[in-house]
């Protein structure tokens, strides 16, 4: 039979684990959200094609809606609905769904000459992971290492009220 013998409550430890998960969980989705709107923001890519830059200018919106003409020419941004809409739920971010169209890209059905057919509406990805990435990067870098600092702070914390 072998013994181990340790220094740690894992009790403690245990005790202490929801408490740390919530709040690192809660953390990560506030660094996503804000990332996400910097994105749009700071303007993603392809740039608006110069008929919707036009439209922009005229108070054009979709489906020939009227509203306030604008100069604003960054996509996603037009009457920052897209952006005041990403909020933190608890079981995740919170955005209008026309976003998520527009991050995947979509079609638009359109008649012409009497045919129906697909105008593409390019992806403009501006969330801040790609669904299927394991890790951050580029610009995220900074933002991410902040987080796994505090949480890694956190767990030492918790180590350190668990020891014994």
Known sequence: MIKIKTNIDFGKLAKDMPEILDDIVDKGKHVYAEMSVKNITDGVK?????????????????GGKKVA???KTKPLDYTG???????IHKQGIMMNEYGLHHHRGFNIPMRKGGAT?????????????KEDAKTFSGKYRDAYGKFIDQMIKRMRKALRKAWH
């Not at 008929?51 to 919106?61: P, W």
């Not at 609905?81 to 909020?87: A, N, T, V």
């Open 117 to 129: 057919f697909n105008q593409p509406v390019p992806p403009r990805p501006f969330l801040a992971l």
């Open 81 to 87: 609905s897209l952006i005041r809409s990403i909020k």
């Open 69 to 71: 003409p604008t100069s």
């Open 46 to 62: 392809p740039p608006l094609a110069k008929a919707s830059i036009e439209a922009r200018k005229r108070g054009i919106y979709w």
